[in-house]
C-alpha cells in the first residue's frame, strides 16, 4: 500500500483536532471550510481509515485519528524547525526557542541564562513555560517544547524516548520562618507532628520520611505555587523542605532558616531533557548552553 500524504492534509487535519472543529481550523488557517473538509476526506481516502468523527459539536479523532495525529503533530514541528533552522543559517532574523522549566531553576538559573541568550541572539522569541517534569515531559515528546530543565525526581521513569543529562545537585533541608519555636529541633521524627507545607507532589515527601524511617506528618498543606510556597513558609509556623541554595537567595535570606536535624535528606539531581530522536535547533541549543552554564555556576555555590 502506497502513501501520498501531502503537507497541507497534515495541517488541515491537525489544525482540527486541535481546534475541536472545522470551523476552527479553518479561521486559524484562513481557508475555507469546504477545503479543510475536502482536506481531511483526501487524507482518509489516501491512509484508508477513518480518522475523524463530525459531531453537532465539531469534530473528534477516532482510534485511528488520535495515532495518527500524535505522529502528524510532531511532523509538522519538525518541519516548523527546520524552515526555521535554514532561515537562520541564511542569516535571517527571527527564530524561536520554547522550553519548560522546574519552578526552582526559573528562579535560579532561567533569568541568567535568557539574558544571556538574548546578547547573543537578540530577536528570537522565546517562550518559558514553569511546572514539574511530570506535566512538562509529554509536551517536549511532542515536540511543543523544545527541551525542559528540571529535577529528576527519583519516582520519573523515563522512555526511550527522552534523555536526560544531569547539570547539578540540589541539596534538601528543612526549613521554617526565622524565629520558630522548632528552629533547634534536631531530630525530623520530632517535627513529624507539626504542620508540613509541600511543594512538590505529595509522594516525595512521604517518601522523604518513608526512607528515614519516620512516621509520616499527619498535616500537610499541598502548595503548587512556588512563590506563595516561600512566603506561606515565611508567614506561619508550618515546616517545609527546600534547597539549600534557595536560603542563600537575597529576597529569601533572614526570613527562612534551616533546621539542623541529624538525618540526611535525599537530593535533587536537576538536568536537562530532550528528545532521544531529534536534534536540537541552533537557537535551542544555545539557550541550553547558557542553561548549563548558569546551572554549572550555581553548582559551586553554597
Not at 506561619?236 to 527546600?242: A, F, L, R, T
Request: glycine share 8%; hydrophobic share 45%.
Amino acid at each position: 500500500m502506497g502513501y501520498s500524504v501531502r503537507l497541507n492534509q497534515i495541517r488541515d487535519f491537525v489544525a482540527a483536532i486541535e481546534h475541536g472543529s472545522i470551523n476552527g481550523a479553518a479561521r486559524a488557517l484562513g481557508i475555507s471550510q469546504p477545503g479543510i473538509t475536502k482536506s481531511i476526506k483526501g487524507l482518509e481516502k489516501d491512509l484508508e481509515v477513518q480518522l475523524v468523527q463530525r459531531t453537532t459539536r465539531g469534530v473528534v479523532p477516532t482510534t485511528f485519528g488520535r495515532a495518527f495525529f500524535l505522529r502528524a503533530r510532531v511532523a509538522q514541528s519538525e518541519l516548523r524547525r527546520g524552515a526555521q533552522e535554514i532561515k537562520q543559517l541564511a542569516g535571517q532574523a527571527g527564530g524561536s526557542v520554547a522550553f519548560g522549566t522546574g519552578p526552582i531553576a526559573a528562579a535560579m538559573i532561567v533569568p541568567e541564562a535568557i539574558n544571556v541568550f538574548r546578547r547573543q541572539f537578540p530577536q528570537p522569541d522565546v517562550r518559558v513555560v514553569e511546572g514539574f517534569p511530570q506535566g512538562l515531559l509529554p509536551r517536549v515528546r511532542d515536540e511543543t517544547l523544545d527541551f525542559l530543565i528540571g529535577p529528576r525526581f527519583p519516582n520519573l521513569v523515563l522512555d526511550s524516548a527522552i534523555s536526560f543529562r544531569p547539570l547539578f545537585q540540589h541539596q534538601l533541608v528543612v526549613a521554617c520562618r526565622d524565629g520558630h519555636p522548632l528552629a533547634s529541633t534536631r531530630s525530623l521524627a520530632e517535627l513529624a507532628g507539626s504542620a508540613w507545607l509541600c511543594f512538590e507532589p505529595r509522594e516525595l515527601l512521604d517518601e522523604t520520611f518513608r526512607a528515614l524511617g519516620v512516621a509520616l506528618p499527619r498535616t500537610v498543606v499541598q502548595c503548587e505555587s512556588h512563590t506563595a510556597f516561600l512566603r506561606l513558609l515565611a508567614r506561619s509556623d508550618m515546616i517545609g523542605i527546600v534547597p539549600r541554595r534557595v536560603l542563600a537567595d537575597e529576597g529569601i535570606r533572614g526570613t527562612l532558616r534551616e533546621i539542623r536535624v541529624y538525618e540526611q535528606l535525599r537530593a535533587h539531581t536537576v538536568g536537562l531533557f530532550t528528545r532521544s530522536d531529534t536534534p536540537l535547533t541552533r537557537m535551542a541549543h544555545a539557550m541550553t548552553k547558557a542553561l548549563t552554564a548558569a546551572g554549572r555556576k550555581l553548582a559551586f555555590l553554597r
